[in-house]
């Protein structure tokens, strides 16, 4: 960020799993910015951060945000301001952010090009994502690209078509 000359004003959390989280609370402290999201209910993730961590060989520590995320908030990022769409499945607490100026949406691990999020994880709702996915992010449009939390980008649209877990024939929807 340094050498680009970007300056990093808060952290935005998805989720609480480790991947993505587990070194929020060093990072917010080293960089003395705020933290915003996940939603609330993947405080119980975070809370078990360290021990977690330990079990992969990582140093993390658990936190808490300085604001819980919801359906229908929004947050800023310099003077972009992202919606906020609780998608749970993956986790419970799970959100989205979507920049409808770009179409872009910021999905992490609810949707990847070709594949979903897992949901074997404590508390995770393979019903509830693909709710989410449908109900929250079809909407937006079928031009939305996506970045997911691993793997390339993609858009809801190429999804729609060939997700073998979410396209429209899989789900018995019509487009």
Known sequence: ??????????????HGHLD????????AERLGVPVEGPQREDAFWIEQAE?????????????TP???????DTVTIGGETLSVLHCPGHTPGHVVFYHAPSRLAFVCDVLFKGSIGRTDFPRGDHAALIRSITTKLWPLGDDVAFVPG?????????????????????LGRSA
Request: hydrophobic residues 40%; proline residues 5%.
């Open 1 to 14: 960020a340094a050498e680009k000359g970007v300056t990093i004003e808060k952290i935005l959390v998805t």
């Open 150 to 170: 691993h793997g390339p980008l993609s858009t809801f649209g190429a999804e729609r078509d060939s997700n073998p877990f979410v396209a429209d024939r899989v």
């Open 51 to 63: 021990a977690q961590g330990a079990r992969y060989g990582m140093e993390c520590r658990p936190f």
């Open 66 to 72: 300085d604001r819980w995320l919801e359906d229908g």
């Open 20 to 27: 993505h989280a587990g070194a929020t609370a060093m990072l």
